[in-house]
């Protein structure tokens, strides 16, 4: 692209260094910011450095946090003896909207895939397994999206784990609420017919 | 969405904010900017300050520009009798790009479409007028797209300097160069019968 001014294209490449956003698409923000006051460009320049300088890790779940402890790590409220264990942030967001969890995160942080370089050194595993050796967690969650990343990361910590008294579930795989089955794929249809509920059961969600 | 960070939740919503762009693919954005650097968020923050705050509007042809004539204007090698209407800078790039056009430019900032509240007066209207009536300008080229709102401005401005003595053209519509004909819609394709050009012109584009 030939850019008539040089501030312009420097802005368009820092923006189109986002995943997924190309040189067009960048343009197409930065322009719009141009026609925006000049305010909110701060705005927006503030909240991005803000959050990378300041922001946190929870000690604990490995959660991204304003404080040293997570607001879920924190709460009383919780069942600090059911961890439900996720790949990422955005995991424990959508299973905090379903409303249906009451116990505590892990942030692993990642998936273990050799292709990408990603080892279970990368991963925060060892301070899952410390957890689970201290006695306090009775039940872990896998809720790892159903990849062959994700069935190599719950089965390594599996092996890590399955010396001592802890319950390990999976969440369930399905046909998705509302789906119609002539649409859904083999695989999870044959596992939502192996893996049936008792009909009393299916009452109750 | 259901943040644990307010910090995190600031980022996203100021992103979001940005056209096209959702409060999901914004925390995808956010989350990328967390994994990398520090510095390059700072790059990113730096590039949008700067360049809102530093930017200039090209005195003569409504253009962005580091300096107060934009490079085009200052070349002494264009043609300055022949000024090209645009819309917006990304058609002075699209139009730079294809190295056939040595005249100047004039941007516009919009095109009247008073569905969105644009009128004559919120566009450089006025001071393209003003090149016209100097008598500096021999050809003025319409190239703004083919729309209602488009067609709308042509003739706004075609109006207001068809008693000065000024050659106006417009940009050629017909069927992209390579594409087939049976898939080009029925009004462009039929311009382009009526528009047709000896093709011993053909040859030499």
Chains 1, 2 share one sequence.
Do not use: W
């Not at 197409?28 to 910011?33: A, F, K």
């Not at 390990?168 to 192996?194: F, H, K, P, Q």
Request: glycine share 6%; hydrophobic share 35%; charged share 25%.
């Amino acid at each position: 692209m030939d850019f008539s001014s040089k501030l312009l294209e420097n802005a368009v490449n820092e923006v189109s260094r986002l995943p997924g956003i190309g040189k067009r698409t960048a343009l197409r923000l930065v322009l719009h910011l141009l026609r925006q006051p000049k305010e909110h460009t701060g705005y927006l320049a503030t909240a991005l450095t803000t959050l990378r300088n300041d922001v946190k890790i929870c000690e604990k779940c490995h959660n991204i946090s304003d404080t040293v402890l997570c607001d879920i790590c924190q709460s009383p409220k919780r069942n600090t003896e059911i961890i439900c264990v996720v790949e990422d942030i955005r995991d424990v967001m959508a299973i905090e909207n379903t409303a249906q969890f009451k116990g505590l995160y892990h942030v692993l942080g990642g998936k273990i895939s050799p292709i990408e370089g990603i080892g279970p050194q990368n991963l925060h595993i060892d301070s899952l397994v410390k957890k689970v050796q201290s006695g306090e967690v009775k039940e872990l969650i896998f809720a790892l999206s159903s990849t062959i990343e994700g069935d190599t990361t719950n089965f390594y910590i599996y092996k890590q784990i399955e010396k001592y008294n802890v319950t390990t579930s999976t969440i369930a795989r399905g046909i998705s609420v509302g789906d119609e089955l002539e649409y859904a794929d083999e695989i999870t249809l044959g596992r939502s017919i192996v893996n049936r509920i008792p009909f009393s059961q299916s009452l109750k969600a």
